[in-house]
C-alpha cells in the first residue's frame, strides 16, 4: 500500500468514526519524517480518545500496527504514527490553537473521494 493509499485510509476510517473537519496534507519534500498528514477533530476529549482507537484497531485488523501513539490519555492531541503517514487527531479548541494547517500551508491538499468521504465532513 502506498504512502497516498494509506492516508486516504485512514482519512475514511477517521470519517466512519465521526471526526470533523477532515484535511488531508500532502508533505512531500517539505517534511524529513512523513509524506501526509491526516489532521481531524473530534468535540470532546472522549470523542478524540474514541476516533483514535477505533482507527488503531481497524487497522491493526489489517495488519498495521502504529509506530507510535501519543496523547491519548489526555485526548486534546492524539499523534498516530504510520511511518510515511502521519494522524492528527485534535480536541476542536486544541487544533484551533496550534493550526497545522498553517504551519504547513504550503503542503498540497489532498482531494478526497467525496462519495468514501461526506463531503460536510471535509475542510475544503
Known amino acids: 500500500m502506498s504512502a497516498r493509499e494509506r492516508a486516504l485510509l485512514l482519512a475514511k476510517l477517521a470519517?466512519?468514526?465521526k471526526a470533523l473537519d477532515l484535511m488531508v496534507l500532502d508533505v512531500t519534500g517539505l517534511s524529513s519524517f512523513a509524506d501526509f498528514f491526516v489532521i481531524c477533530s473530534g468535540q470532546s476529549s472522549r470523542q478524540v480518545q474514541g476516533i483514535a482507537?477505533?482507527?488503531?484497531?481497524?487497522?491493526?485488523?489489517?495488519?498495521?500496527?502504529?509506530?507510535?501513539?501519543?496523547?491519548?490519555?489526555?485526548?486534546?492531541?492524539?499523534?498516530?504514527?504510520?511511518?510515511?503517514?502521519?494522524?492528527?487527531?485534535?480536541?476542536?479548541?486544541v487544533r484551533l490553537l496550534y493550526d497545522?494547517?498553517?504551519?504547513?500551508?504550503?503542503?498540497?491538499?489532498?482531494?478526497?473521494?467525496?462519495?468514501?468521504?461526506?463531503?460536510?465532513?471535509?475542510v475544503p
Open 53 to 93: 482507537d477505533n482507527i488503531q484497531r481497524s487497522l491493526r485488523e489489517r495488519g498495521i500496527r502504529a509506530l507510535g501513539v501519543e496523547g491519548h490519555r489526555e485526548g486534546q492531541w492524539v499523534l498516530m504514527d504510520y511511518g510515511d503517514v502521519i494522524v492528527h487527531v485534535f480536541y476542536e479548541p
Open 100 to 122: 497545522l494547517e498553517s504551519l504547513w500551508s504550503e503542503a498540497r491538499r489532498v482531494r478526497l473521494d467525496h462519495a468514501a468521504v461526506p463531503e460536510s465532513t471535509v
Open 15 to 17: 470519517v466512519d468514526f
